[in-house]
């Protein structure tokens, strides 16, 4: 390009030239003015509107100004940053007398509109595209296409697969030029593991080291040998390694040697075990620290070994660090180091000799005016002993509360404080009195601030920003933030390229201050136009409702960054790339270039399980979510279970007329006989909800919902007179806001955060008043990880139904129930409370509480140790059960990418007379 440019000067050039010497009195040389600039878009067989209006905006150069190499150069830079365009080709043609045409040749990139993958397995199609170097929405390039085949070859290599081919194809969609990739995947056959030995383990059994290899448990699979995948091999080495430096083997080395038979396509694996020698710690003159707290200082001895005995050199300087800090400042740790050979054991002792502990006698602060002795002692972390306080004397938090002290006194303008410390230490060095000598110096005002160079503010109106004013105390952080409050300021009114400097001015004495901010505006910049790539199904006018800045605006990098936070929180792309056009060359109008990679909009969702709640079940969704090109989703679902089933349609638009809000329209039909009830429910009807998500954990909903409902009995016992109702066909609408907040780290497995949530469900029955109520839930839970392997949270949730007709009976299939697997653990599922015949009773309120401890293990298996204690009241019916009822269990969980899933036993704690002691739960997922 810059060849093509400098021809174009060089022909140019000649023009004048020739024109100069043909002149008798010739005038002095001219620049040659663009009569025309001319676009011509090459080999794209689509609409060619919006390349040609890119190029249009991008060029630099125009038409009936003087020629100018640097803008022609800036408009071909332009051309290729916006990655629109494959070749770039400008010439020049004489029109006339001291006139010339530009035009540019032009040759689009086309797009990568799909990638359509056959043969993945045993990939997801997310990992084969996660190792392709291209995606759907980047640019095509022929010359791409074999990488991504070794590539994709790679990948299969290192999950085991002996030689697979990998063909990957082009195909041009002729509707719009942009491209179709094929992958075509054969796998071919794998390594088997034939034989796995382990040798020179004496510590642990070689079976028991086995459970521990993937490698080796693959081998075990139903249907076969498991495939050799060199990578497990090498963390399952990894594995051993750590798991033998856990069992104090710190000096433990693994290594493997693989045979393979290429004829049988079966490989051996020999695993060899150096073991070394089991460390035994100890230690010795330890009084102020228990043993087990020091041991925490020796762990890396045990994570990243002991090569050159630097574990235990790291654990010394570990163990002096603790006692510094508790005020030992002359601690000594000594190794005392034995091998005993036969037994294979390291005996490594410790010695600590702690020496005095420095305790603060007293604290004496001499010199101060502008502070009182207790401001001043607020900013130090160095305290005389007391209540929750041990007084302990550390040289280096003396020297931060020095930092401290004179940050207090620069904050009001004192910038020349001085601060002398002197120590005074008993013989014993057991007592250290301190003492603060402090000179605080002047204290520096302002007296004068000024703004120069702002054409676009006036000055009353920046010096409101400011944090520092006239007869402020001077301090010069403040400087420096006031210059960015002011670019800040001023760069959102069209200048990006605002520079603000401060000047300070302190008089002789230090009294006083004089700031001068300078303000240089930069050119006035422009938002352009905005060109989105890579967005085949979503439609243009959805992304420009996401839009924070409106072109031909003054450019505001604020709204930019809001536009493009707008656009990545679509839940229809997997990528968005933004390029500012202009922005750095300091151009009138910045441009703005998105390119996106889209989401596959079709998804497929089934699965299928078993918990004690509902036995076995199915379930299955499937949906769009991108329907139509609108950012909407519509999804259909539905389960089957032993306790019924359940279908739903819905439809999601996320930006309802625009705004934040969220809505979601929604049609069902559901039965459900839950275990233990005497009764069933059907229930059909439609939803319409409102959410909204305020801050980064708040959320809010507000939910219409109509119902036809048909409780039905599972028995043939006559109903009551008051009863008969119920089990007539009910039409009933219910309006529900409710508010939650979430902190949790994790949905699947939180360890620390907390949820909370508010709702009250306004029913009111269309045809009669047995509907008529107010039901509340509040719900609570938080999660706490004190130690690494430990996880405890507890729950707390309450219901309460307010009927508001003249009767007081609310129907049973809208009361609370308690007892099972979701709940009170170690109960039958709704058999909390139950009357003389064993029937379970529900009832307008319901208060619940658990606390569970959850212990990892290790190979993703957790302890579980819960408590459950819950009440049902209000029940309208005689029960043959306490006020509150506890139970406390134990479980086991596996987990898994998707969530745990685990047996669990709950025992009664307060048993009646002819149940049983507990209960065992199958679960998947946590129960809170």
Known sequence: MKRQILQIVLFLCFLIAGDVFSQNNPNPVSVPLISDIIVEIQAFPGDKTELTEIAQNLIRVRQGEPFSPERLQASADALKLCKRFKNIHVDSKAEEKEKIILLFYLTPFRYIKDIHIEGASPFFERDILNVMTVYIGDTFLQKDLPDQAVLIEKLFRQDGFIAPEVRVTAREDTADGNFIIDVDIDRDDYYRVKKLEIRGNRAFSGKRLKLRMKTWVASLLPGGPGRFIEKSLKQDIKNLTEYYRKKQYSDVVVDSELEKNSKTRSVSIFITINEGNKYDIEFEGNKEFWGFTLKKDVENLFKEGNKNDFGIKKSVRTIRERYKKAGYSDIRVKIQDKVIPEKAIRKVRFVIDEGPRAIVDSIEITGNHVFDDEKIKKQMLTQLPGFLEKGVFVPETLEEDISAIQSLYLGQGYAGTTIKKHLKRSHDKQKIGVHLEIGEGVQTLISSVKITGSKIISEAEAYKTLSLKVGSPFQEDNVRNDEHTLASLIAEKGYPHIRVKGDVSVSEDQSVATVVYHVDEGPYVEMGEIYYAGNFRTKRKV????????????????????????????????????????????????????????????????????????????????????????????????????IGYRGEFGLTEPRLFGSRFSTTLGLFIEEREEFNQDFGVRTFGSSLGFSRKWIEHLNTTLNFRFEQRDQFRLDTAASEAYDRDEFEMRRIFVTTPSVSYDTRDSFIRPKKGMFSSFSVDISQGLENSLDNFLKYRVDARYYWTPLERLTLACHGRVGYIYPFASQEKVPDDQLF????????????????????????????????????????????????????????????????????????????????????????????????????????????????
């Not at 441009?591 to 089934?606: G, I, S």
């Not at 269990?889 to 036993?905: M, Q, S």
């Open 543 to 642: 992304l420009l409702k996401e839009l924070e800045i409106k072109t031909n605006a003054p450019f505001s990098l604020v709204k930019m960054l809001e536009t493009q936070r707008n656009i990545r929180n679509m839940n229809v792309f997997d990528s968005v790339q933004f390029k500012a056009v202009g922005l750095k060359e300091k151009a009138e109008k910045v441009n703005l270039f998105v390119e996106m990679e889209e989401k596959k909009p079709y998804f497929v969702q089934v699965g299928a399980g078993y918990d004690t709640e509902r036995n076995f079940y199915a379930h299955a969704k499937s949906g769009d979510r991108n329907l139509f090109g609108t950012n909407k989703s519509a999804w259909l679902s539905g389960e089957m279970s032993e």
């Open 817 to 928: 129930f308690l007892g099972g697997t979701s709940d009170i653990r170690g109960f039958r599922e709704n058999m909390l409370s139950f009357d003389a015949e064993d029937n379970p009773i529900g009832g307008n309120t319901s208060i619940l509480g658990s606390l569970e401890a959850r212990i990892d293990l290790g190979v993703n298996l957790e302890f579980t140790t819960f408590y459950d204690v819950g009440s049902l009241r209000d029940t309208f019916q005689d029960t043959e059960t306490k006020d509150f009822r506890s139970t406390a269990g134990v479980g086991l969980r596996y987990i898994t990418p998707i969530g745990p899933i685990g047996f669990l036993y709950g025992v009664k704690l307060d048993k009646e007379e002819g149940e049983s002691a507990g209960r065992l739960h199958f679960t998947m997922g946590y129960t809170f």
